[in-house]
């Protein structure tokens, strides 16, 4: 709803945002397999405040909420 576009960086394990304009403006994640963290993560849908990373090398999808 606020026009940035949230995107999987499989290779650094992590989830970037850009802005409308393609300016990097955060990050989230980094490799591991406890929760909040990653290993390629290569899926992303979202309902509502709900972030669904799927994750091909940890073999999950993981849950988030936004802002969190």
């Not at 576009?5 to 490799?31: C, D």
């Not at 591991?32 to 999950?60: K, Q, Y």
């Amino acid at each position: 709803p606020d026009g940035t576009l949230l995107v999987t960086a499989p290779e650094m394990h992590k989830l970037q945002r850009f802005s409308r304009e393609g300016v990097l403006i955060g990050e989230y994640g980094e490799f591991g397999t406890t929760a909040g963290r990653f290993r390629l993560p290569t899926g992303i849908a979202m309902s509502g405040d709900i972030i669904w990373v799927v994750e091909t090398g940890n073999h999950r999808i993981q849950k988030l909420k936004l802002g969190n």
